[in-house]
């Protein structure tokens, strides 16, 4: 079982950034692999990255490249998400996920989900 919080959400200029945080709890942490989600109001929940157990798998999603950044920590069951050059479309509730396999890109493979950290991005 893993629980999992974010943090760092909030209002921020076009061009800034932000830094999300998620704390997990649970000892087999280090096994999962830790992804972020996105949900805009009235679309559909949109992958953002996600990094393996090692941090030698990352992925990102199409939007997101070159201007996102995952990393974790699994000493300190963290999982971060750094946010450079936002934009308004990247206005959402942004949730950190746990998924208990080696590598995973998509919503179904997740098991564990947090409530939600919203990102508002204004022009």
């Known amino acids: 079982q893993v629980q999992l919080v974010e943090s760092g959400g909030g209002l921020v200029q076009a061009g800034g950034s932000l830094r999300l945080s998620c704390a997990a709890s649970g000892r087999t942490f280090s096994r999962y692999v830790m992804g972020w989600f996105r949900q805009a109001p009235g679309k559909e929940r949109e992958f953002v990255a996600a990094?393996?157990?090692?941090?030698?798998?990352?992925y990102y999603g199409d939007s997101v490249k070159g201007r996102f950044t995952i990393s974790r920590d699994n000493a300190k069951n963290m999982v971060y998400l750094q946010m450079n050059s936002l934009k308004p479309e990247d206005t959402a509730v942004y949730y950190c996920?746990?998924?208990?396999?080696?590598?995973?890109?998509?919503?179904?493979?997740?098991?564990?989900w947090g409530q939600g950290t919203q990102v508002t991005v204004s022009s």
């Open positions: 990094i393996n157990w090692s941090g030698g798998w990352i």
């Open positions: 996920a746990a998924a208990n396999r080696m590598i995973a890109t998509t919503s179904y493979e997740y098991n564990y």
